[in-house]
Nanobody, 129 residues
Framework: QVQLVESGGGSVQSGGSLRLSCAAS????????MGWFLQRPGKARERVAM???????AYVDSVKGRFTISQDSARNTLYLQMNNLKPEDTAMYYC???????????????????????WGQGTQVTVSS
């Protein structure tokens, strides 16, 4: 059974940093997208950053230069380093994963959360001004 467990959220002031972690267990695909979505109250989930098995990454424009997604494959853990946080980054952040065909890369990671198979429980990030 696949499990994704997030940690690392919290409350920080504008300009601060947080590192989110997503520990994956039971997940051994031949290829995948893993990454992070955010969800604000009353809104749909939005894709933030994605990582494919070949090590390529993709970011939404609003976080480029501030957030970095990475993976420790030995620990089966995905990270999201969040720097220079802004109040508009306040949201629940979810770790997610979907299998990909073997030759696909990060550009094939779906934009819609509905197409992802696995989700964590979420971790809250709150940024005050």
């Amino acid at each position: 059974q696949v499990q994704l467990v997030e940690s690392g959220g919290g409350s920080v002031q504008s300009g601060g940093s947080l590192r989110l972690s997503c520990a994956a267990s039971g997940y051994h695909p031949n290829n995948y997208c893993m990454g992070w979505f955010l969800q604000r109250p009353g809104k749909a989930r939005e894709r933030v950053a994605m990582f494919s098995m070949d090590g390529r990454t993709a970011y939404v424009d609003s976080v480029k230069g501030r957030f970095t997604i990475s993976q420790d494959s030995a620990r089966n853990t995905l990270y999201l380093q969040m720097n220079n946080l802004k109040p508009e980054d306040t949201a629940m952040y979810y770790c997610t994963a979907v299998d990909l065909p073997i030759d696909y890369t990060v550009t094939h990671c779906p934009m819609s959360g509905r197409l992802y198979n696995y989700w964590g429980q979420g971790t809250q990030v709150t940024v005050s001004s």
